[in-house]
């Protein structure tokens, strides 16, 4: 299997507007075509109108999986095809399924990583793996090793994933993926 790669957007190296987020994404996409591409800005106040830009831009670069950042409703209403819920949304597991949406959601321990499995989202993020800004202490590969032998779900390691040493490692630990900010800048 091959590693997959998971883009995610941050508006400080995409941009704040529809123009901006579309130049960014041509920039990115034509340097490294993600397998998953989630978009994600916690501080606009026109999300809707940057998320319809990402699926947009996303689609005709035909990247697999594009995904919007917590709002499941607004994904599907765009046609994206999946959801990245927050550590703090796994009641919005099921009604994600129920719309037919692919379901990531963010774990920062073995509990919760085992709680997504439960209520049958289809992959995680556990985080940090490594040092990353303002994300608390790294977990480090051998509890990503751990978590991955522990869980059927695919898991996408998370946190600080910059170099390609990194995803090797991550790989190695059984992985199905990394998610990343910054390597894909």
Same mark, same amino acid.
């Given at each position: 299997?091959?590693?997959?790669?998971?883009?995610?957007?941050?508006?400080? /190296?995409?941009?704040?507007?529809? %123009?901006?987020?579309?130049?960014?994404? $041509?920039?990115?996409?034509?340097?490294?075509?993600?397998?998953?591409?989630?978009?994600? $800005?916690?501080?606009?106040? %026109?999300?809707?109108?940057?998320?319809?830009?990402?699926?947009? +831009?996303?689609?005709?670069?035909?990247?697999?999986?594009?995904?919007?950042?917590?709002?499941?409703?607004?994904?599907?209403?765009?046609?994206?095809?999946?959801?990245?819920?927050?550590? @703090?949304?796994? %009641?919005?597991?099921?009604?994600?399924?129920?719309?037919?949406?692919?379901?990531?959601?963010?774990?920062?321990?073995?509990?919760?990583?085992?709680?997504?499995?439960?209520?049958?989202?289809?992959?995680?993020?556990? @985080?940090?793996?490594?040092?990353?800004?303002?994300?608390?202490?790294?977990?480090?590969?051998?509890?990503?090793?751990?978590?991955? %032998?522990?869980?059927?779900?695919?898991?996408?390691?998370?946190?600080?994933?910059?170099?390609?040493?990194? +995803?090797?490692?991550?790989?190695?630990?059984?992985?199905?993926? /990394?998610?990343?900010?910054?390597?894909?800048?």
């Amino acid at each position: 299997m091959t590693l997959k790669h998971y883009l995610i957007t941050d508006p400080s /190296f995409y941009g704040t507007t529809p %123009d901006h987020l579309e130049l960014a994404l $041509d920039v990115v996409y034509s340097h490294r075509l993600p397998d998953f591409a989630l978009f994600r $800005d916690k501080q606009t106040a %026109d999300y809707a109108a940057l998320a319809h830009t990402f699926v947009t +831009i996303s689609r005709e670069y035909k990247v697999p999986r594009i995904l919007l950042h917590g709002d499941y409703t607004l994904a599907h209403e765009l046609g994206a095809d999946g959801v990245h819920l927050t550590s @703090s949304q796994f %009641d919005a597991i099921a009604e994600a399924k129920y719309l037919g949406l692919y379901v990531i959601i963010s774990t920062h321990s073995h509990e919760e990583a085992l709680k997504a499995q439960e209520l049958v989202a289809d992959a995680i993020t556990y @985080s940090p793996i490594f040092p990353s800004p303002n994300k608390g202490e790294p977990k480090g590969l051998e509890d990503l090793k751990e978590i991955v %032998d522990k869980i059927e779900i695919p898991i996408f390691a998370l946190g600080g994933i910059t170099t390609e040493e990194q +995803i090797k490692a991550v790989e190695e630990c059984g992985a199905y993926g /990394f998610a990343s900010i910054r390597y894909f800048i």
